[in-house]
């Protein structure tokens, strides 16, 4: 059961473009969504993240989208360049025993042509 | 601060052995969390420790364990290895894991089991 869906799987942008990842929940109990950035080789580092009483935030190039009565979140990345390129991974993370445990989407490999 | 770094960075294993991997969190820790990663799966939450303390636990059988020392630094366990268990294991660490503040991911261990 797949409780965080992730599309597209794969995504091919030209250096300059908008990239665009969506994600899907079910459990309303979630209340942290972060999205994660993983490079071959590395471990996922954590690249912005949302609570669901925000409708967006944006960090630089990086901004989430926050759709709570839709229970959908998505990633924008604007400007996206070559070094952008990696594979992405958002979450939706409950507070259970103290601490916010993440369920993982399966992930979107970005691939940005110079 | 120094990251979350791995030991070893890969591992061979056969079948029916059993194995120990090993993570140093970011100074200052003291949430230290696993997960293993496969290409069908995605990311999956193994466990986490807190102050030497299991705090919570995914859904994976009782041949993977795990435990915390006083100073932070964890070490799982996986007993009666099988094929599945080939993946990648990442130890992540957070240090304020009840705010979810996002967690620090270490490069992981790659392990293969013939």
């Known amino acids: 059961q797949q409780q965080v869906k992730q599309s597209p799987q794969s995504l091919i942008v030209q250096k300059g473009g908008i990239s665009i990842i969506n994600c899907a929940y079910e459990n309303t109990a979630f209340d942290y969504f972060p999205w994660y950035q993983q490079f071959p080789g590395k471990g996922p580092a954590l690249l912005i993240a949302?609570?669901?009483?925000?409708s967006e935030k944006k960090e630089g190039r990086f901004t989430i989208s926050f759709n709570k009565s839709a229970k959908q979140f998505s990633l924008h990345i604007m400007d996206s360049q070559p070094g952008d390129s990696a594979t992405y991974f958002c979450a939706a993370s409950i507070r259970t025993g103290g601490s916010y445990i993440p369920t993982f989407g399966r992930g979107t490999s970005l691939i940005v042509h110079p | 601060k120094a990251g979350v770094t791995q030991t070893p960075r890969y591992l061979i294993k056969t079948r029916g052995q059993q194995v120990t991997l090993s993570c140093s969190p970011i100074s200052g820790h003291r949430s230290v969390s696993w997960y293993q990663q496969t290409p069908g799966q995605g990311l999956q939450f193994l466990f986490e420790y807190f102050s030497e303390t299991q705090r919570n636990k995914g859904n994976f059988p009782g041949r993977f364990s795990g435990r915390q020392f006083s100073n932070s630094r964890s070490e799982m366990n996986v007993s009666t290895l099988e094929l599945g268990d080939s993946a990648l294991y990442l130890c992540?660490?957070?240090?304020?894991?009840?705010?979810?503040?996002?967690?620090?991911f270490g490069p992981g261990t790659r392990l293969t089991v013939t």
């Open positions: 949302i609570r669901p009483d925000v």
């Open positions: 992540a660490s957070s240090g304020d894991p009840g705010t979810g503040g996002g967690q620090y």
